[in-house]
Each structure stands twice: as C-alpha cells, then as structure tokens.
C-alpha cells in the first residue's frame, strides 16, 4: 500500500495562485494513476484532473486551462499547480492514487482506493 500526504494549502485572493504537493510513501514501486479530487462545504465531491504513469492527463472542466496537474517519478511526489483562482475553488483538496491498472486511469478520482487526508484551500474575493 501506499501512504498519501498533502501539502502546500492556504489563503489566496482571487487570481492568485498555489501549489499543491503529495508526497507518496510506502509501495511506490507500483505504478499508479494519481489525481486530485475536492470537496467544498455542504457540496459533493468532485473531481479535479488524474495523470497517468506515462504521463497522459485529464482534468475537469471547471479547471481546464487553469490547472495543471504533475508528478515527479523520482520524489515520488505529485503536483497540483493552480493558477486564476476563484472563490468556488474553495474546497479541501485531496491527493487519491489507484493501483489496479498497472498505471492507466479507468476509473473516476472519486472511487481510487487511496487518499490523503487532505489539505485546505480558501480563496477570497
């Protein structure tokens, strides 16, 4: 199994921007497809982006072109770069990866079976 740890929440005003990491311990020889999910106060969860291990990507449309969701095999680490925040990308944010499928994402973010514990981000108008 592996562990998952997020990092790098905060306060931004609005068009500002943050960094999300996740630090991956424990069974990283797997591959995994990793991704990003979040959940605002009183709404459901919703997914963000997923990457792959060959690096492919996928991202939802609320954040497409703001966005960017990497990783860095050697560190073990995966990134969330957020750029153009708004006030509705207030949310927890929280790292999840799948192993299943040898690296490729078949599935939602919302259903990995791994997750962090999340990391709070507050964007202000």
């Known amino acids: 199994q592996v562990q998952l740890m997020e990092s790098g929440g905060g306060s931004v005003q609005a068009g500002g921007s943050l960094r999300l990491s996740c630090a991956a311990s424990?069974?990283?020889?797997?591959?995994?497809?990793m991704g990003w999910f979040r959940q605002a106060p009183g709404k459901a969860r919703e997914g963000v982006a997923r990457?792959?291990?060959?690096?492919?990507?996928n991202y939802a449309d609320p954040v497409k072109g703001r966005f960017t969701i990497s990783k860095d095999n050697a560190k073990n680490n995966l990134y969330l770069q957020m750029s153009n925040l708004k006030p509705e990308d207030t949310a927890i944010y929280y790292c999840?990866?799948?192993?299943?499928?040898?690296?490729?994402?078949?599935?939602?973010?919302?259903?990995?079976?791994?997750r962090g514990q999340g990391t709070q981000v507050t964007v202000s108008s």
């Open positions: 424990g069974d990283t020889g797997r591959s995994y497809c």
């Open positions: 990457i792959e291990s060959n690096g492919n990507t």
């Open positions: 999840a990866a799948d192993g299943s499928w040898g690296g490729a994402c078949y599935t939602d973010v919302l259903t990995f079976p791994l």
